[in-house]
Every structure is written in structure tokens, then in C-alpha cells.
């Protein structure tokens, strides 16, 4: 495969991951995984700069704010950190902040508190707004549920207006607690607390929230109308006074060993802390050698996260299993003697795939290395091959399906030993799991176990059959009853109407998640239309890679999927696109034709479009006497030129932030 062809596929599988990750509180790899593909993009990218695309996932913060809250243009930009996992990187970090600055440089050493990142609006000292880092220019609205946050206050002395950022997170004992009732009710477990905080706070019902004990740290003051400081340290004490839960035990240090020693203390001793950090945050304390320094696309260059590294320990491997999944993939996992890691007791480790086994020699009844680096499931360091008895089992990867009996297959260039039978009863299940669940159909009352009955009844024997579902089928069920009954008809009716994203989305077509349904959905009029579309048609949608358009188009020659959609669409289940003019974004900018030009300076050119569409106005890059307005950013060159002599107006990305925030069209008309 090329470069640029392997530069592309990263880019499709960190954007497919990223989906998953911010905006469905569901992540599917771990971290670690996750943090290899980006390694290796940035590699990529740094070795052949000529390739790198200007929608690159390494300029980009965060996932995209979710349609399904207000969307708020945070004043000050939320951005990432940059990352450090050893002391060198460290050093380096203090040399090249060094070099930026003349003269002496302090830093401010924080708790990386894992949870989800916020910021929280004041005026006239009462909180007014707040809301989630989102793509870091745009976030979700989420004030209502953070009200819900007993450790936010709703009032403060300070009567000007500030932006302030923290952390909002779970304690670890009530994280445990949830996911032990979580347990007990069935339901599936948070991963981690972060998905927990996550999760809990990006309901649309604040009752759920409240009903969930989180807690902030505050650790920035982002803006302060009037106010002046000059370090870092002195806006935290500023903050504490106003009430804040500002984050604890940071330390003022001069040297970068000092800094260094400090780390290695909380990584020795963050056990004791009832709250979870997954490192450390290095930040410059002097403001004005912040402001020298500045920003890249996504982080700041004053600033570094140092990330512990995974807690290790040895355990013993007991048996290799093997499970389905939805696209017929089956997975090896390990199951272990249980140990204690990370503070949660570890009873499986992922294997991922064959070679993997085969590449560390992994056998059953090894000794193992296994971490856990806020990772979903714990993972296989390396085997400790001085302790092998003799007693050690070689394993290999099934030949026939364990659930069906078919024969496995494992194509070429792919590391997956699958089951192809696309009536494997595995598969349909997971399968009918994905397409009700929350982000697909979302037919409540439709949990594993009832779908489970259906299909052993064979009451269902894929998703189209839902449709076919009578009050008098099911009534019977276990643990089902008149009233669930009811409920469950009247919701899978009413699933008919969904929007189409919903629908294909739940169709589980591989590596388009909700985001690339919503490309679809967005960019043709039906599911018939999309069926028909050609690779080409698919490559060319703005966000839509190479990955996902051979699947989709991969997904539509099966026989099998088409008789589903048929039977589908028999049922009445909605297959057209709706028009977008009914969202809830104000629309503003509509009629309006805006001109882009010049590099801004935090905003990209696809966020300031985006910004526009989707307040109904139009992004065009020629100037003529029907432009409404230009934004212009640096070295706009002709086109400021042009927009001055036809005398259109032309603004900064400051104003055009703030028009963005209004409500109605007048409003934007009286402020241009
Ligand atoms: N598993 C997956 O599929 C997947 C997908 C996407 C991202 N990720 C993981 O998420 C991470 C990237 O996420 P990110 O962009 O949020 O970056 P990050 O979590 O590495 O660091 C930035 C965040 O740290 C938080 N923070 C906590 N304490 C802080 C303090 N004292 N000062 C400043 N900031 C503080 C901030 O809220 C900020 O948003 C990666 O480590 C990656 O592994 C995983
Ligand atoms: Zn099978």
C-alpha cells in the first residue's frame, strides 16, 4: 500500500474511532490502540508534509458537538494538550519552551483529572451557560446538567465576566458503586469513569444527571472581562476565593527536575487518591510568556500532559475464548486468574486477533504481563516465558464457527478469522442489538435477553421481522407482561418514522458509524439512492473515505442485506432523506452569501463553513456585489481588495463569532 494510501485509511479509522469515542461515550478499541494509529499518522505526516490534508485528525480536538443539544462557539477555543510519556520528553518540552522565552520559566504541575472537559460562563456572578469542549470551536449546551453539579456554584462574587474550564468527574467509589448496580439491573458497565461523567452528563434529561453524583475540578481561568493577573497560579487562588473547587495539590516549580521528581511522586501514590488521574498537565506559569509562545491548530505550546504510564501486573492465563461479533469477526480473549489493576479486579484481557497470539506466543496457561492504561479491557504485555512449566497449550483459532458450525474463513490481507455465514444466529443477534440500540432505531423496551427469546422462539428471524411483531407474541415472554407489551409494539411502530441516518446507521454497515449515516443521509434522498450510488459518488462526499465507501459499496451487492431493506420497506419503515431546514440551530445567516478568505486564526476553514451552512447561509470564495459580508483572516490578499472597492463589509474572526452567537437575522443585519 502507498503512503498516502495508508495515510488515508488512518485518517478514516481515527475519524470512525473518534465517533465512538467523544460523541457515543462507546469507545471500541483502547487507548493504546487508539494512540498508535495517531502515532503513526503524525509520523506520517511529519515524514512526507507535502501528503498531509488539511482535515487531518492531528489538527483537530475532540469529536463533532452533537445535534441533540444547542451548540454553543465557546468564546476562547477549548483545545487539547500535546502529549509526554518520559522525563525526556519532558526535558524536551522545557527546551523548547525555553527557547521561546528569554529568561527564567516557571512551571505549574496539575492533576490530569480523567474525566470530560467543560467551560462554564459567568456574568454579573451568576453561571449562565456551560458547555462541552465538542470540536474545541463549538461545543454542546449542557447548562442544565451541569447545574445539576453540587460542586459548581451558581453564584459568585466577581461581577464581571469570566469563562472558567474544568473537569467534571466521578469519584472512584461511586463509580464502582454504579457500575456494580449497573450489574445488577443487567445493564452494561461503564468502562471507565470518564465514560461514566461523560455519559451522565450529556443526557437530555437533567433529572438523569442529577441522579448521578458528579463533581468538578476547576483548573483554568480562561477569560476574566477586566480582570488582570499575571500567572497562573495567582488566577487559581483568585478562583479558589470565588468559590471554585479548583483542582488540588498543584505545585509551583522552578526547575524541570523539580517537575519531574513531582510526577514521580503522584505516580508512585495517585492509589491514594479517591478520584482518577491519568497523568500529569505541565503548564507555564508567567501568562505574558504564554501569550509569546501560542497555540497550534489544536493545542497550546505553554502546556504538556504527561501520561502514566500502564499499571502492570502478572497473572495467569486459564483459557482462550473465542466470540462472534456482529460483522461475524471472531475475537480471542484471554481469562485470567483475577488480579488487581488500576484498582478494579481484571478477570479477561483482549487478544485481539491470530497473529497477535502468534506474534507474543501466547499459550494457554502462561505466566502473563497484563495493563490496564485507562483502557477499556486489560491487555497482554508479553509473556513471561521463565515461568513456562511444560504444561502450556497451544491455541488455535476455531475452523468452524462456534456458534453456527460453518467453517471459518480468513481472507487475504486481513488479520480477522470470520464467520461469513450471514445466517449465523451470532451475528443476527448482535446484529438486531445494534439496529434498536440508542444511536440506531431506538426501539426501547427491546433489551439482549428479550431479543434473545425472540429469535429462540423464532419469533424474529432478522430486523425486518421486528416490524411483524403483534402485542399477542410476545405477551407471554418472560418477564414481559401487558404493559411492556404494549410498549414495545407502540415503540417499534414508531421507529418507522426515524429519521434515514437511523436507519442506516442501524443497518451496520462496517466503519460508517452515526457520523458517516449522517454524510448519507445528508448527501442523497433515499436508501434507494444510496444503494445505487457508485464508489465515486461516495469517495467525493467531503468526510467520507476510502474505507467507507468500499464498504458501503460492499454492503449493498449482498443479497441478503437487499431482501432485508425490501422487507423493510414493505413494513413502512421510512427510507427517504428529510430536507435539513428543520433543525434547531437559529438560521441566522440564511440568504446570506459569505466569502471566506485568508488563514484565521484559530477557526479552520471547514469549522467556519460548517458554522455558516449551518445557520443557513451560504460559504462562496468569489467576491461580487451580492456578498453579505467577507470574513477575512490573515494574507487575505484580492479579495479584501475587491470587497473594499464594491464596499461589502468585512470582518475578523472575532466578530464573526460573536455574530454566530445570535439569535435572529435582524440581530446579525444590525450588527454587521
Ligand atoms: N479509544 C478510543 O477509541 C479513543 C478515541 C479518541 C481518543 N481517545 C483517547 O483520548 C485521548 C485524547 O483526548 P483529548 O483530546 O481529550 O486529550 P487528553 O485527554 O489527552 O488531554 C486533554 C484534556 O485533558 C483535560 N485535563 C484534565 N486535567 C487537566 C488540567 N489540570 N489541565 C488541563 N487540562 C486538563 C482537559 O479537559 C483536556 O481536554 C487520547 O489519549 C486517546 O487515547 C481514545
Ligand atoms: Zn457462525
Known sequence: ?????????????????????????????????????????????????????????????????????????????????????????????????????????????????????????????????????????????????????????????????????????????????????????????????????????????????????????????????????????????????????????????????????????????????????????????????????????????????????????????????????????????????????????VSRATLHNEDYIREKDIKINDVVLVQKAGDIIPQVVEVIKEERTGDELAFEMPKKCPVCSEPTVRLEGEVAVKCINMSCPAQIRRGIIHFVSRDAMNIDGLGESIITLLLNEKIIEDVADLYSIKKEDVVNLERMGDKSANNLVKSIKKSKENDLWRLINGLGIKFVGVKGAKILAKNFDSLDSIIKASFEDLINLEEFGEIMAKSVIEFFKEEKNLNVIDKLKNAGVNMNAEDDSNNDIPKIFEGMKIVLTGTLPTLKRNDAKEIIESRGGKATSSVSKSTTFVLAGEEAGSKLTKANELGIKVIDENQFIELAKLETKEDVKNNL
Not at 522545557?94 to 504541575?109: P, T
Not at 473547587?245 to 479517591?274: A, F, H
Request: glycine letters at 6%; one cysteine or more; charged letters at 30%.
Open 1 to 345: 500500500m502507498s503512503i498516502e494510501n495508508r495515510m488515508n485509511e488512518l485518517i478514516d479509522l481515527i475519524n470512525y474511532h473518534n465517533e465512538k469515542y467523544y460523541n457515543q461515550d462507546e469507545p471500541e478499541i483502547s487507548d493504546f490502540e487508539y494512540d498508535n494509529l495517531m502515532k503513526e499518522l503524525i509520523k506520517i505526516e511529519e515524514e512526507n508534509p507535502e501528503l498531509k490534508r488539511i482535515d487531518s485528525p492531528t489538527n483537530r480536538v475532540g469529536g463533532k458537538p452533537l445535534d441533540k443539544f444547542e451548540q454553543i462557539v465557546h468564546k476562547i477555543p477549548m483545545l487539547s494538550l500535546s502529549n509526554a510519556y518520559s522525563g525526556q520528553d519532558l526535558r524536551d518540552f522545557d527546551k523548547r519552551v525555553r527557547d521561546m522565552v528569554n529568561g527564567d520559566v516557571e512551571y505549574v504541575v496539575e492533576f490530569k483529572i480523567d474525566g470530560l472537559s467543560v467551560g462554564l460562563t459567568y456574568n454579573d456572578g451568576v453561571f449562565e451557560k456551560g458547555a462541552t469542549r465538542g470540536d474545541g470551536v463549538v461545543g454542546e449546551d449542557i447548562s442544565k446538567n451541569l447545574m445539576t453539579v453540587k460542586t459548581i456554584p451558581l453564584k459568585i462574587e466577581e461581577d464581571n465576566e469570566i469563562v472558567v474550564r474544568g473537569e467534571v468527574y466521578i469519584c472512584k467509589e461511586n463509580f464502582h458503586k454504579i457500575n456494580a448496580q449497573q450489574e445488577e439491573a443487567g445493564l452494561q458497565l461503564f468502562a471507565n469513569p470518564r465514560n461514566l461523567a461523560a455519559g451522565s452528563l450529556r443526557q437530555l434529561d437533567s433529572k438523569l444527571t442529577a441522579k448521578r453524583p458528579l463533581d468538578i475540578f476547576i483548573f483554568n481561568l480562561e477569560h476574566g472581562e477586566n480582570l488582570e493577573f499575571e500567572s497562573h497560579s495567582e488566577s487559581l487562588e483568585f478562583l479558589k476565593s470565588q468559590g471554585f473547587k479548583v483542582s488540588p495539590n498543584y505545585k509551583v516549580c522552578n526547575k524541570i527536575d523539580e517537575v519531574i521528581d513531582y510526577i514521580e511522586y503522584w505516580t508512585k501514590n495517585r492509589g491514594n487518591l479517591d478520584f482518577e488521574i491519568d497523568g500529569m498537565v505541565i503548564k507555564v506559569n508567567n501568562l505574558k510568556q504564554r501569550e509569546v509562545m501560542g497555540y497550534t491548530a489544536k493545542s497550546p505550546r505553554w502546556a504538556i500532559a504527561y501520561k502514566f504510564p500502564a499499571e502492570q501486573k502478572k497473572t495467569k492465563i486459564i483459557d482462550i475464548i473465542v466470540e462472534v461479533g456482529r460483522t461475524g469477526t471472531i475475537t480471542p480473549t484471554a481469562v485470567l486468574e483475577p488480579v488487581r489493576l488500576a484498582g478494579t479486579s
